[in-house]
């Protein structure tokens, strides 16, 4: 994928209400994004970025506790081909209220290409289900899903509803170092896949 726009949404913790956390108001506005994702599928990549506000509220977590602070993030970085992909994307999800009550929704940006110092892949990590895990359990080893659950405690991941079924699933993301941007195209929740792997720019 051709990464040569992208947009800012970030989410707001709501001040009025101590059940909507920050976590949870960013499950709700990735669940908006996703429905218009699905709508135009390998259109749009999905990155994590945190802003410098809530990156010193972790570093003075992380001071006064002396351990690591949670996986966290307020930044949804949306990544396009064009220009015009980014602003369908804004029509589309401007009019819901909570991307009104809770982000601050950017505009399209031409990637600073000069300023690109990296290259990230975000994949969704897959955890086996249980019927899956027992057609191919070892009396000798870790099940594979206790091992990935266990993995999974530190990463990022969204609470996500499903809007055909109504069911709630999670989305846990792998973030992984690349040395370059790949060709593979995003799913429908703006992720690589292991068959067709893509990085996206740090800058």
Known sequence: MDAN????????ESSDDTDLKLGHIRNQIYTVIHGAFRKLPAHYALALEI???LKNKQEFFEK?????????????RIFAVNQNDLEDLIEAIKGHWKIRDYTVLGSPIAVPTAKISAWKSYRRFRIPT??????????????????RLKTAKDKPYFQVLSQST???FTVTVDILDSVDAGH???D????????????LPVF
Do not use: C, M, W
Not at 64 to 76: Q, S, V
Not at 130 to 147: C, N, V
């Open 188 to 199: 429908s929740y703006g992720l690589a896949r292991q068959e067709s792997p893509f990085a």
């Open 51 to 53: 802003s410098d506000k």
């Open 184 to 186: 593979g195209l995003p």
């Open 166 to 168: 109504g069911q709630g």
């Open 64 to 76: 006064k506790h002396g351990r690591a602070a949670k996986p966290n993030f307020d930044i949804l």
């Open 5 to 12: 726009y992208y947009l800012d949404i970030r989410v707001l």
């Open 130 to 147: 249980q019927k899956a895990e027992r057609t191919q359990l070892s009396e000798q080893t870790t099940p594979l899903r206790d091992r």
